[in-house]
């Protein structure tokens, strides 16, 4: 039931997972962190079994610094994205990880996002989703994904996805965390889906209501 997806925007990329850590039927946190910092300027989303997830993100985070400290080099986004998709495909056939991830981060080449699942497969991507959650905002990212995005339509964007997220799938999450990277570093937002929509809907229903008056006086 994992909700994972994420987007590009003008200088900084975007990540959101919900927070709930589950086994069938049995929730087992739920303050879970999905979105791991692999370093100042990445960050990767997974999706599975969290025991794999978490290995397989901590096992990539380490061995980026590992590169960093041996050869005073550091990765960019592309060739950690090809790393991590390499260590995916040399599990496959030995003790596979099922974990599906997005790798966000922000390089010399702009903000940049890639899709991975189990079987290792790799695309550089503008948006992507794993998990049903992130299935249900793929339809939304083509009709309201455009290029160089601002940070307010990106959490216009962002709440949209997890409306249609919370309308659509059964015992859907509540508590989310939305991770911001840009060459600053990365921002980390605390996203409550029942106080934010609440907000939402009352603000636009208090701007259909200004509308109708205004509509109102008009035809008056």
Known sequence: MDVVFGFVGYDFAVLVADRAATQQIIVQKSDEDKIAVVDGTKIMATSGPRGDCVAFAEYVAANVRLYRLKYQHELDVKATA????????????????????????????????????????????????????????????????????????????????????CERLVTAPTEYLVKIVDKKGVEVIEYDATERLAKRREVQMQAREAARQAAARVGA
């Open 82 to 165: 090809h790393y991590a998709r390499n260590e995916l495909a040399t599990a496959l056939r030995k003790g596979p990880y099922q974990v599906n991830a997005l790798l966000a981060g922000v390089d010399a080449n702009g903000p940049e996002l890639y899709f991975m699942d189990y079987l290792a497969t790799c695309h550089r991507v503008n948006t992507g989703g794993h998990g049903y959650g992130g299935m249900f905002c793929l339809s939304l990212f083509d009709k309201h994904w455009v290029p160089n995005m601002s940070r307010a339509q990106a959490m216009e964007l962002v709440d949209l996805c997890v409306a249609e997220v």
